[in-house]
């Protein structure tokens, strides 16, 4: 095999440990069982193929998974050898040389080779983002409604560290501030196999957008079999655009899911807007949602549903914020963060967003907008340019399915393309086999104590094992105070769980309490050691050029990456009186963690200076800080 290998793939159906299905053309689904062994620096592929059924999902879009669109070669493959990038993989020299007009623009492009520096070196003059006011570095483009998160999952039950395997008491779980589902899907997922008890879940969010996109998603998962399910939610979940076969069946099963919602808001048109209407939907057999959302939720679904974005419309939204000429300095100064084959791929990423291996799919299928992405009404793009599902989900499970699946060694968004399936079609089987019943939400989080008792009182559970607030315990919302008097009453008792827990994010401690002067020049002298030692390890030949060269951008973005916050959210605690607050409410800072460490992506700068420079890479490819800050508390009564 040849390579440049960014992982050419299709859209994959589904895949187990060793197996990958792959849809064929003809409704055909071959499944490749392969072995990966090495010689030398080749990796060699073996496979066989065996046809299965056939899957209705995109029958026409793919061919062999190594390989780029409409590549003729027999899908039984030989070796496979890692390129310039590690971006794009093929099944022959000859396959690679017919790909080469299309390919050498990325392999070949500016961004690819290591010399590669930011416009405004070679134009001579200063970045955009340097302002005569001292102005902040780090600012947004594009409307801030997240989507996504901004946050990696994880496992907010942890059942075994907790409660144990021998618990026999149904689950409650209570997402007070959601955001999407991620959270949702992995504590679900991760429930140990021997616990087949009740599990609800209450799943509230403040932004419609948000809320909306949770419900289609739920229909989405239960909608199709597992392999397509998975398929199609992560689509709908991340992908700008989808192929026109794929939104035609999603509009089909959300219209006639809705279609008693519609009716009675054509019924009632004069309603007051504020007006709660509740919905039930039945998943499974196993699985229900109750929607309680107000009659301004609807109305919004509506629209989304209704959407008339074309598909240059969209583009045209998305690029003014993924690639606006004003922006550009921006998106420079985070490439000089990056290694050339992760410039690469964030380009493409910002070029068309599609959560998909870097080659072997025919992009020109995604036509139509995704009708959940883009404002209803103007067509906007409803994300900042920083968003990036990369953000979203555990770096080193990505890293993973490198070698679980013989991938190319760089493509990160084939890694979570593929990271994302199997996650995806778990959840989809479970919806399945659980007894899950979720409660959707819209309100302002404080007021969920009053509108469980009060509107679901038989429906929702009214305590929880585990309640997530997000980062609403930061100063510039509800902050800690509300959130342990409030959200902490919505916790089991001591008696009924110990175990029960408040699970608080703080993201916004390190601008709350500004660091003084003198100790910031301390801390910096400190640290200036290490941030040379990392240049250099990083091929910077001797000290930054300029204020403005690459070095320099690494230095200043490093500096915040190791610095040790440990001091600054010690005095945050004092000032916001943690220790005060949590006796007068019954609770306390669980010190043993059993959930999540509490900076679990900080760099350790103690480490040899080759795995501090693999954290600050990996910080600069996901967009963490390293700083963020979780705490876990539990009552005392």
């Known amino acids: 095999m040849q390579a440049c290998s960014f992982g050419g793939t299709t859209v994959v159906s589904g895949y187990l440990d060793g197996v990958l299905s792959i849809i064929k053309p003809r409704n055909r689904r071959v499944t490749l069982d392969f072995g990966l062994t090495r010689k030398g620096n080749c990796k060699i592929v073996t496979c066989a193929t065996?046809?299965?059924?056939?899957?209705?999902?995109?029958?026409?879009?793919?061919?062999?998974?190594?390989?780029?669109?409409?590549?003729?070669?027999?899908?039984?493959?030989?070796?496979?050898?890692?390129?310039?990038?590690?971006?794009?993989?093929?099944?022959?020299?000859?396959?690679?040389?017919?790909?080469?007009?299309?390919?050498?623009?990325?392999?070949?492009?500016?961004?690819?080779?290591?010399?590669?520096?930011?416009?405004?070196?070679?134009?001579?003059?200063?970045?955009?983002f340097v302002t005569d006011d001292n102005g902040p570095m780090v600012t947004q483009h594009g409307l801030n409604k997240f989507l996504w998160g901004n946050t990696p999952a994880f496992d907010h039950v942890q059942l075994l560290r907790n409660e144990g395997e021998k618990w026999d008491q149904p689950l409650a779980l209570c997402f007070a501030a959601s955001g999407d589902l991620?959270?949702?899907?992995?504590?679900?997922?991760?429930?140990?196999?021997?616990?087949?008890?009740?599990?609800?879940?209450?799943?509230?969010?403040?932004?419609?957008?948000?809320?909306?996109?949770?419900l289609l998603l739920l229909f989405t998962f239960a909608s199709f079999p597992p392999d397509e399910a998975?398929?199609?939610?992560?689509?709908?979940?991340?992908?700008?655009?989808?192929?026109?076969?794929?939104?035609?069946?999603?509009?089909?099963?959300f219209n006639e899911k809705l279609q008693k919602i519609f009716t009675h808001l054509a019924n009632h048109p004069s309603s007051p807007p504020e007006t709660l209407l509740k919905a039930k939907f039945e998943l499974t057999d196993k699985t229900s949602v109750v929607a309680l959302l107000p009659k301004s939720f609807w109305v919004e679904m509506r629209q989304i549903l209704d959407s008339k974005t074309t598909s240059q419309q969209a583009d045209h939204h998305r690029h003014m914020v993924t690639l606006s000429p004003q922006r550009r300095d921006y998106r420079d100064r985070n490439c000089c963060l990056l290694d050339p084959y992760h410039r690469?791929?964030?380009?493409?990423?910002?070029?068309?967003?599609?959560?998909?291996?870097?080659?072997?799919?025919?992009?020109?299928?995604?036509?139509?907008?995704?009708?959940?992405?883009?404002?209803?009404?103007?067509?906007w793009w409803m994300q900042n340019d920083s968003q990036d599902p990369i953000t979203c989900w555990p770096y080193g499970e990505l890293q993973s399915s490198f070698k679980k699946y013989p991938l190319p060694s760089n493509d990160i968004y084939g890694a979570l393309y593929f990271h994302l399936l199997a996650q995806f079609r778990l959840f989809a089987s479970t919806l399945g086999k659980r007894e899950l019943h979720f409660t959707l939400l819209g309100e302002d989080a404080r007021r969920i104590p009053i509108?469980?008792?009060?509107?679901?009182?038989d429906i929702s559970p009214q305590k929880f094992d585990r309640v997530d607030v997000s980062n609403t315990s930061d100063i510039c919302y509800i902050g800690t105070e509300g959130t342990l008097s409030i959200l902490g009453d919505l916790l089991k008792p001591y008696k009924q769980n110990p175990h029960a827990t408040l699970i608080t994010l703080f993201l916004n401690y390190v601008m709350d309490v500004p660091i003084p002067i003198e100790t910031q020049k301390r801390t910096m002298r400190q640290n200036m050691k290490t941030i040379v030692s990392l240049l250099n390890a990083d091929g910077e030949v001797g000290p930054p050029k300029n204020k403005c060269d690459t070095a320099t951008m690494k230095s200043i973005t490093w500096k915040r990456y190791i610095e040790d916050r440990q001091n600054q959210w010690k005095e945050y605690s004092e000032v916001c009186r943690f220790d005060v607050i949590s006796r007068q409410v019954g609770m306390k800072e669980r010190v043993g963690r059993t959930i999540i460490e509490k900076m679990p992506y900080r760099v350790d700068k103690d480490k040899s200076i080759n795995d501090v420079l693999k954290g600050v890479k990996r910080l600069s490819l996901i967009g963490l800080t390293g700083h963020e800050c979780y705490i876990e508390w539990v009552r005392t009564r």
């Open 50 to 128: 065996r046809e299965l059924r056939a899957s209705p999902l995109l029958p026409d879009l793919v061919l062999p998974w190594i390989c780029y669109p409409y590549c003729t070669v027999p899908t039984r493959l030989r070796a496979q050898l890692e390129g310039h990038l590690s971006v794009l993989v093929y099944c022959s020299k000859e396959c690679q040389k017919s790909h080469w007009k299309v390919h050498k623009q990325d392999c070949k492009g500016p961004l690819s080779e290591k010399a590669w520096a930011p416009a405004w070196i070679a134009e001579k003059r200063t970045p955009a």
């Open 182 to 214: 991620r959270n949702v899907v992995t504590s679900i997922n991760s429930l140990p196999e021997s616990y087949q008890l009740p599990c609800s879940i209450v799943i509230n969010d403040f932004e419609t957008c948000v809320v909306l996109r949770n």
């Open 230 to 253: 998975a398929e199609m939610a992560l689509h709908l979940w991340y992908s700008p655009k989808h192929p026109s076969e794929m939104v035609a069946r999603l509009r089909a099963i």
């Open 344 to 379: 690469v791929a964030k380009m493409k990423y910002y070029e068309d967003g599609l959560i998909v291996p870097f080659g072997g799919v025919d992009r020109s299928l995604f036509v139509e907008p995704n009708f959940t992405l883009f404002d209803p009404v103007l067509g």
């Open 451 to 457: 509108t469980l008792p009060k509107m679901l009182k």
